[in-house]
């Protein structure tokens, strides 16, 4: 089975700050990762992926995320905040073996203050 | 020009009823899902259909039925609605089955059931 967790409820940071959201998998064999965010009353939005190549996957608002296999990490990056980067935001894995169900986490809020 | 529609945004209820939700996405996509999300932001898949064809089926009531009458529409059909069933239902398309596909995502539709 495969399975994400995002230990974090919620992120606070300041404008301008670099920020983190944390994401850990598991997967059969080799995953498939994506962050996905959400602003209120809204729809999902994609933001990045993982497939393969550079464990460096830079995306889309500036966002980037790095894929760390030994830690089965794919933790979310932006050097620096923007109060509009709030929003409740997403990852998601999808094991290449098998399987069509793409598996998200319980998402993390940020809230980034002035 | 929005990619992928819902309708109705709102739709409020009495338990027992039955109630439909519309899907339709212009994308030219091949596979189409439903997703719950729930009072606590928590995501979950619920079907997909990859050319018209059911390829993912939780473990979900059979009151909840959905209908794909070609590529580009995917509807739900709830049967005797219950509290339960309150939550935000969203739609979403990818190119082709979940694997490295992005998946894009309705604006969801606001389910309340009294």
């Known amino acids: 089975a495969q399975s994400v967790a995002q230990p974090e409820d919620q992120v606070n940071v300041a404008e301008g700050n670099p920020l983190t959201v944390k994401c850990t998998y598991s997967v059969s064999g080799n995953p498939y990762l994506f962050w996905y965010v959400q602003y209120p009353n809204r729809g999902l939005q994609f933001l990045l992926k993982?497939?393969?190549?550079?464990?460096l996957v830079k995306g889309s608002y500036g966002f980037e995320a790095e894929f760390n296999k030994s830690q089965t990490s794919f933790h979310l990056k932006k050097p620096s905040a923007l109060v509009s980067d709030s929003a409740l935001y997403f990852c998601?894995?999808?094991?290449?073996?098998?399987?069509?169900?793409?598996?998200f986490g319980t998402g993390t809020q940020l809230k980034v203050e002035l | 020009d929005t990619a992928v529609s819902q309708t109705p945004k709102y739709l409020v209820t009495q338990m027992g009823n039955d109630k439909s939700i519309k899907c339709e996405q212009n994308?030219?996509?091949?596979?189409m899902y439903w997703y719950k999300q729930d009072s606590k932001k928590f995501l979950k898949i619920m079907f997909s259909?990859?050319?018209?064809?059911?390829?993912i089926n939780e473990t979900v009531p059979n009151r909840f039925s959905p209908k794909s009458p070609d590529k580009a529409h995917l509807n739900l059909h709830i049967n005797s609605l219950e509290l339960g069933d309150s939550a935000v239902y969203f739609c979403?398309?990818?190119?082709?089955?979940?694997?490295?596909?992005?998946?894009?995502f309705g604006p969801g539709t606001r389910l309340l059931v009294l």
């Open positions: 259909y990859n050319n018209k064809e059911l390829i």
């Open positions: 994308l030219g996509h091949d596979t």
């Open positions: 979403a398309s990818s190119p082709g089955p979940p694997g490295q596909e992005t998946q894009y």
């Open positions: 998601a894995v999808r094991s290449r073996g098998g399987g069509n169900k793409l598996t």
């Open positions: 993982y497939i393969t190549g550079d464990n």
